[in-house]
């Protein structure tokens, strides 16, 4: 089994000894996401040290015992940069957590409305209600470890998504994702997703027809990982994109439907109607910042 890991361009520790790798650090994630994928663009220094900063290079032996004899050094080192754990300063970890939670609170107040006024909330109001959730959660937390809550077994509280605060460790997309269930869940501002209003129009005659090879269902719920499977016409496909379905009609040779969709949808909405209808059908967006409770 190979030894869990501690980064200083990247780390490990094997028992009492520990394994380095100089690596670039602004590679390693990209590395990881295999976004890139030549090791020269990632290794400063080839192969595996006991110390960097030293210049000391790890001996065969003690690969042996840390991986085994079968693993080659390069597959060794590839196993540092996939797994270790990165070493940097205090300062260079504050600044990446600053850029990630700066990116975090852009994305959610981009994508969240006030549903009564229709109108978005600024980053700042956005930080502020994410601060008051991280803060419920730690004092529950501290609540519950020393015994000084009492447990009604009317709130479901243990069943809402928890909001702990952003980290330097996962993608901002995805804490994003994560942060405006918190934010719905809890309400400690009110928040509704943003929707666009769409009017989908398409010859009747197409939406009968069975939907052509590779097109898929857009996912229902943005930051979703359930991939849906694509029903079989254009017409049920076609609704199944839309969040809210407000109308639907036949007039003559046409048919229409006027429903809510999420904004990042409607790019994926566009493309399966031109495949599907070579030119025919349309998407107009009717309202581009419609409030919607989820």
């Not at 990632?42 to 003690?62: L, P, Y």
């Not at 085994?68 to 590839?78: C, L, Y």
């Not at 949808?265 to 419609?290: A, C, H, Y």
Request: hydrophobic residues 35%.
């Amino acid at each position: 089994m190979p030894p869990k890991y501690a980064i200083a361009g990247t780390n490990v520790c094997a028992g009492k000894k520990r394994f380095e790798v100089a690596c670039y650090k602004n590679k390693i994630l990209d590395y990881r996401k295999k976004i890139e994928t030549d090791l020269d663009n990632v290794i400063q220094i080839e192969g595996v040290f006991m110390n960097v900063s030293k210049g000391q290079k790890a001996s065969r032996a003690d690969l042996d015992k840390a991986w085994g004899k079968d693993m080659t050094e390069a597959q060794i080192v590839e196993d540092i940069l996939l797994n270790g754990e990165f070493q940097v300063g205090e300062k260079e970890r504050s600044a990446e957590l600053e850029r990630t939670k700066h990116e975090v609170v852009h994305m959610v107040a981009a994508r969240l409305v006030d549903p009564k006024s229709k109108r978005v909330y600024t980053t700042g109001m956005i930080e502020k209600a994410l601060d008051q959730l991280s803060s419920q959660t730690a004092n529950s937390i501290g609540e519950k470890a020393s015994g000084g809550a009492a447990e009604n077994p009317e709130e479901k509280e243990s069943s809402l998504p928890k909001w702990r605060g952003v980290v330097a460790s996962k993608d901002a997309k995805s804490q994003a994702n994560h942060a405006i269930k918190c934010l719905i869940a809890h309400q400690p501002i009110p928040v509704a997703r943003i929707q666009m209003r769409l009017r989908v129009t398409c010859p009747t005659s197409i939406t009968k027809q069975t939907v052509k090879a590779a097109a898929k269902a857009q996912q229902a719920k943005d930051g979703a990982e359930e991939e849906h499977k694509a029903p079989g016409t254009v017409k049920d496909t076609l609704l199944h994109f839309f969040e809210k379905l407000e109308s639907q009609e036949a007039v003559g040779p046409e048919w229409e439907a006027v429903g809510l969709v999420e904004p990042g949808t409607f790019k994926t909405l566009n493309e399966f109607i031109d495949s599907q209808t070579k030119g025919r059908g349309n998407v107009e967006v009717l309202d581009m910042s419609v409030g919607v409770d989820v």
